[in-house]
């Protein structure tokens, strides 16, 4: 280990401890105090986002200046405007026999982002500060200026208030190991980590309480009901915001046959640019590393600069990128999350072709986070829905936006829970409700000695008729039919046997043989086969076309799970 790395631990250690000491005084803070301070924080926040994005953009390279205001805008102000009633203090809910008092959790250990940097840490301090928990942000080490400046405007006027000023922290020194330090220390009491999946891995594996994220390779499937002209422009909206650097941006698109055509003159009309297949394969080499994983130079970036790395020419005034997708898994590279205004291109012949296509993408790498739908039928979208593996479904929406909670009514957020389908302990989008533990008291409402003495009473009863009716004898036929009777309830309870769905999307198991000493590669495998497979200890049998979640790869050939066919 280097010097930097001990430095960075030694950092994190200081960090923890000292805020753990302004926690003591935060917890005792009354509604009003933090409110007030919150208040402040939050008015800075607004006051510095045109600053702070173009900091973002300037030391990161991701996505634009004014995108990144509008971010650290919505983290600011809607944010705080949607939780300010929220009661953090004291009794939250008295409902009687049930009254529910808000305790704070602690040090709220928070990792940012280089994509999202300064939204994200003015997010992630309004809500710890509003649950009246104190707050260390690690940052990522690309963006590390543009957080410590963001903590340091809302912790300068915060202490104005009454803030102890070690509630909030940001490390100077970001390592690997000061980071694990941080999610690990004894004071810590609870983790919010946005970032790669091992990042995300780790925060779970460091034995805290840990909200993570996951990615988000978000299909969105235009129906044929669906008013196209916003669809479109929904979607370009949606991909294109800050060059798609949000995890619910816009990754797919799936369209019904019968609009095909009127969807691609629509995305041309609206700045889209189709690339033929010679073009589209080009930008398919730069999409990924020699290791098939996505490759960072292309994240945040205008469709402009990626096609000028591929060696092709688009029209000026190209918004996005699009190229029809043969395909999803690793031998499509347009299939996955790219984290830019690249579009892969789906045409299906119906509604079920299109939510198996979007639900086979989510599969590939975006379980549990984000899916969108364009279209008139509410039926339609609710069966869609049901259908997905996401946590949130967007409809007639961009989903960059309706995922947060911009433009719909869900809780508006910068950290968006993905489920078991991702491996998260939430599916919510996170708020300070998160971040507080609840304690219930609860009043008597139904008397021990009353259903005592009512259990005993009836037991009395069936005694007496047990009694009276050994007192009757009992005929052999009485014996036959009650036998008969007890059987044929017996049948009928039996469930059917249950049948085997028409599509099996995946399995762990091979398949069934005749050659018995060579087993067959499965289809798909998922981070859950994985688990599964190790905790039986078999081996799960791939192959090239093996589709393989990139979290399910990671951990597998880290257990050394996959054995090739």
Same mark, same amino acid.
């Given at each position: ?21 302004? %926690?003591?005084?935060?917890?005792? %803070? ?31 390279? *991701?996505?634009?200046?004014? !995108? ?16 300010? !009633? ?154 294109? *915001? ?31 640019? %189709? ?70 291109? %789906? ?16 599969? *590939? ?196 799970? *996959?054995?090739?066919?």
């Amino acid at each position: 280990m280097n010097d930097k790395d001990l430095v960075a631990q030694q950092q994190a250690r200081d960090a923890v401890e000292s805020a753990h000491l302004a %926690f003591k005084s935060v917890a005792r %803070f009354d509604q009003a105090k933090i409110d007030r301070i919150c208040e402040a924080m939050a008015k800075v926040a607004l006051q510095e986002s045109m600053r702070l994005g173009q900091m973002a953009n300037e030391e990161t390279g *991701f996505g634009k200046a004014d !995108d990144k205001r509008e971010k650290n805008r919505f983290a600011a102000e809607d944010v705080w405007d949607y939780f300010r !009633d929220l009661k953090t203090v004291g009794v939250v809910k008295d409902e009687g026999s049930v009254v529910e008092i808000a305790s704070p959790r602690g040090v709220v250990a928070a990792v940012i982002p280089s994509t999202n940097p300064t939204s994200t840490a003015i997010f992630k301090i309004i809500i710890s500060i509003k649950s009246r928990n104190t707050i260390v942000l690690s940052p990522h080490p690309s963006a590390q200026r543009c957080i410590a400046e963001t903590a340091r405007i809302m912790r300068d006027v915060g202490v104005k208030e009454g803030l102890p000023v070690d509630a909030i922290h940001c490390l100077t020194d970001s390592t690997i190991e000061g980071t694990e330090t941080l999610m690990k220390h004894k004071r810590t009491a609870v983790i919010l980590a946005t970032g790669g999946i091992g990042l995300v891995r780790a925060a779970y594996s460091s034995g805290k309480p840990a909200f993570g994220v996951g990615p988000g390779n978000v299909p969105v499937f235009i129906e044929k009901t669906a008013g196209v002209q916003k669809a479109v422009s929904d979607i370009l909206t949606g991909t294109c *915001f800050d060059n798609g650097t949000i995890c619910a941006s816009e990754q797919s698109v799936v369209v019904e046959s019968t609009i095909a055509s009127q969807v691609r003159e629509e995305f041309v009309k609206q700045g889209g640019h %189709f690339l033929n297949q010679t073009e589209a394969d080009k930008v398919a080499e730069i999409l990924l590393t020699p290791q098939r994983t996505l490759n960072a130079n292309i994240v945040g970036k205008s469709a402009e600069h990626i096609a000028s790395l591929a060696g092709i020419s688009i029209p000026n005034g190209t918004r996005c990128l699009l190229a029809d997708c043969g395909g999803v898994g690793r031998d499509f590279p347009w299939s996955i999350e790219k984290l830019s205004p690249t579009l892969a291109f %789906f045409v299906v012949e119906n509604i079920e072709q299109g939510a198996n296509r979007c639900e086979e993408i989510l599969q *590939f790498g975006g379980m549990g986070h984000t899916a969108g739908m364009h279209t008139q039928n509410r039926d339609a979208a609710i069966r869609y829905g049901q259908q997905m593996p996401a946590s949130r479904v967007v409809i007639n929406s961009p989903t960059t936006h309706g995922a947060i909670g911009f433009s719909t009514d869900l809780a508006p957020s910068m950290t968006l829970g993905c489920g078991s389908w991702g491996g998260n302990v939430t599916s919510d989008n996170v708020s300070p409700h998160h971040l507080m533990d609840i304690k219930r008291v609860a009043f008597e409402t139904k008397s021990v000695s009353e259903h005592r003495t009512s259990a005993s009473s009836q037991t009395t009863g069936q005694n007496v008729q047990i009694k009276n009716n050994a007192s009757k004898k009992i005929e052999r036929k009485d014996i036959a039919s009650i036998v008969d009777k007890f059987l044929s309830q017996k049948l009928s309870e039996t469930p059917e046997p249950k049948t085997q769905s028409k599509t099996v999307i995946h399995q762990v198991e091979s398949k069934p043989q005749e050659d018995s000493s060579k087993p067959n590669a499965v289809d798909f495998v998922s981070e859950t086969d994985v688990r599964e497979a190790i905790s039986d200890n078999k081996k799960i049998y791939v192959n090239k076309k093996t589709i393989i979640t990139p979290s399910a790869k990671d951990l597998g050939e880290e257990k050394e799970v *996959f054995a090739n066919v």
